[in-house]
């Protein structure tokens, strides 16, 4: 049974850095595809990045040149360091993995991963 772990949340000021991380267990997750959303109450969970077992790597706009995504299959965790936080940031981040090879226009939706974490909060402060 696959698990998901996140870890690395807490509160940080705008302009701060937090690095969020994701371990993974119960199966191998080199050929995985491995996301990271993030969601606030009363709205959709939303795409944040996402990096395949290529290594290849996708960003919503809003993150990118930010926030970056990495893995480490050796140790089956996932990485999402974030850097120059700001409010909009504060969100409970959800790392999410699935075992197929995800198309670009996939990768985005929620639907396509099939193994959620149980979500670590972030709250950057003003």
């Known amino acids: 049974q696959v698990q998901l772990v996140e870890s690395g949340g807490g509160l940080v000021q705008t302009g701060g850095s937090l690095r969020l991380s994701c371990a993974a267990s119960?199966?191998?997750?080199?050929?995985?595809?491995m996301a990271w959303f993030r969601q606030t109450p009363g709205k959709e969970r939303e795409f944040v990045a996402v990096i395949r077992w290529t290594g290849n790597t996708v960003y919503a706009g809003a993150v990118k040149g930010r926030f970056t995504i990495s893995r480490d299959n050796s140790k089956n965790t996932m990485y999402l360091q974030m850097n120059s936080l700001n409010v909009e940031a504060t969100a409970v981040y959800f790392c999410?993995?699935?075992?197929?090879?995800?198309?670009?226009?996939?990768?985005?939706?929620?639907?396509?991963?099939?193994?959620w974490g149980q979500g670590t909060q972030v709250t950057v402060s003003s």
């Open positions: 119960g199966g191998t997750f080199s050929r995985h595809t």
């Open positions: 999410a993995v699935s075992s197929r090879g995800l198309i670009l226009s996939e990768t985005g939706r929620p639907g396509a991963y099939e193994n």
